[in-house]
């Protein structure tokens, strides 16, 4: 066979293997659901901090500041 045909089937091949590969975590749910869960936690998480960022950065200065110039 020439270099161009073996080329061809072996991305074929590799294709077909790459379709069975995600069908078949496509079919099992509980891969599904972790996905979905990881990504609805992270969305609350920025979603949560986009929301209070103004008040974190108050939190953390005030914190520094009680930190760094208290005196013992």
Known sequence: MKMLDK???NAMLRANVA???L??????QDGVSNV?????ILVIVVTLV???W???QEWT???????FKTTI
């Open 23 to 28: 069908e078949s975590f496509l079919e099992e």
């Open 61 to 67: 200065n005030k914190l520094m500041d009680i930190i």
């Open 36 to 40: 979905v869960a990881t990504l609805l």
């Open 54 to 56: 103004g008040r974190l």
């Open 7 to 9: 080329i061809c089937i």
């Open 19 to 21: 379709k069975d590969k």
């Open 50 to 52: 986009t929301t209070f």
